[in-house]
């Protein structure tokens, strides 16, 4: 069943990237402005935001709070990316939802973006749920992106900074940086990570913004665990579910939130270390380094859509798969920076394939192999994904790029 919303929503009036919060600011005026009764985790960065956002999720549901997460974009429905303790809204609410917003987007002549509608869509969704906490990652920069309506989070967090969408955000860590920084709110805590690439320009403009600084260090990940500092418990070894030594930035980055939101004292129950524990041996982020077995063969699959993403996974391999065959499957939008992601990606495999998927603003293969000649004869393009998994012997396929991409493919696993 196909629901008005996703045909509305995807449509070509809607489906665009129009940066400001003219448009967003009178929509939730309109409704009587929902987000102001919300409490708020407020998430920006490059990369990252979204494992950041499964921690805290995770938490604070183990922890027994009512808790709102909106993320982007989503894997298989819209629906994903607005969700009330780890269940997303269903199909007949946000049908019902958008209507209601359309009705007035279309009364007012407001002219609302896809993503404003669902950030609209998402803050009267937990108004009406009465969530008690929401982990809200920004969709594109910070500064002017409609999630930067709120004005009073719990806490601000800031993860990697990285060049991607340099045509919107600037074409230097600096000039991004300072977009992302523009979530920060006066007098309001911001966590950032000290080994940030941006870290001095976040920290200038923390300081600018007059909100209150608050810096995490990465911790150590190794394997399926971690060590974590969390309050009065130091070098504390704890399970933890997700790959890859990156994730310790963003582990760090969610506790540091949690004892911010510990002091501050904004709930009567302080989270323990109990629930943290709790909470890290179970969360789960898709498509991020995750490893399956397909058809009797091991399959990565990972959502590496920006050079720093490339970087990322090619770390995860040479220090776990040196030496050993493997297979790239490799598909993405035409608008992402993929010479540079191709730069980490081709550093080591035994075959490339490209996979032209169906969806808006996909690169065809004929434009990818016009942009990297360096690769003629060394890349094969396929029609089905999933009949590729070791056909040809290898020790590990590796299914990338888009998730878009990953959303269809997986779709029916």
């Not at 009267?124 to 969709?139: P, Q, R, S, T």
């Amino acid at each position: 069943m196909i629901f008005n919303y996703e045909k509305l929503l995807s449509s070509a009036g809607k489906f665009r990237i129009e940066l400001g919060l003219g448009r967003i600011s009178k929509i939730l005026e309109l409704l009587g402005n929902p987000q102001n009764n919300l409490k708020i985790i407020h998430i920006a960065g490059t990369n990252g935001k979204g494992s950041v956002c499964a921690i805290l999720e995770e938490i604070f549901v183990k922890a027994g709070f009512k808790t709102g997460k909106f993320i982007s974009p989503h894997l298989f429905s819209y629906t994903e990316r607005i969700a009330v303790n780890k269940h997303p809204i269903s199909d007949a609410e946000l049908d019902k939802i958008t209507a209601q917003i359309l009705e007035l987007d279309n009364k007012h002549n407001i002219g609302l973006t896809e993503f404003e509608i669902l950030t609209a869509a998402g803050f009267l969704y937990f108004n009406k749920k009465a969530c008690e906490i929401v982990i809200l990652e920004v969709g594109l920069g910070g500064r002017l992106d409609s999630t930067n309506v709120i004005t009073n989070p719990l806490v601000s967090i800031i993860t990697s900074i990285s060049l991607e969408h340099t045509e919107r955000l600037g074409n230097s860590l600096e000039k991004i940086a300072f977009e992302k920084a523009g979530i920060v709110k006066k007098d309001t805590p911001t966590v950032i990570l000290k080994e940030n690439a941006a870290y001095q320009t976040l920290k200038n403009e923390v300081q600018t913004r007059g909100g209150i600084l608050y810096e995490a260090e990465k911790l150590v990940v190794d394997g399926l665990y971690a060590i974590i500092n969390f309050e009065e418990f130091k070098n504390a070894r704890v399970n933890f579910n997700l790959c890859g030594k990156h994730q310790g930035e963003n582990l760090a980055l969610a506790l540091k939130a949690v004892e911010v939101v510990n002091a501050g004292g904004a709930f009567s129950v302080k989270i323990d270390f109990d629930t943290i524990k709790a909470a890290l041996k179970d969360v789960k982020w898709p498509f991020r380094l995750e490893k399956r077995c397909i058809n009797g063969a091991d399959v990565l699959i990972d959502a590496c859509h920006n050079p720093d993403g490339a970087r990322v996974l090619r770390e995860y391999l040479d220090e776990n798969y040196r030496g050993k065959r493997v297979k790239f499957i490799f598909g993405c939008l035409k608008n992402k920076d993929y010479k540079r992601v191709l730069g980490y990606l081709t550093g080591g495999f035994n075959e490339f394939c490209f996979y032209e998927f169906d969806y808006l603003g996909a690169l065809k293969y004929e434009e990818f192999m016009a942009n990297v000649p360096k690769l003629e004869g060394r890349v094969r393009e396929i029609k089905d994904p999933v009949a590729e998994i070791n056909n040809g012997g290898a020790d590990l396929t590796i299914i990338c790029g888009s998730i878009y991409m990953l959303g269809q493919i997986f779709k029916d696993f």
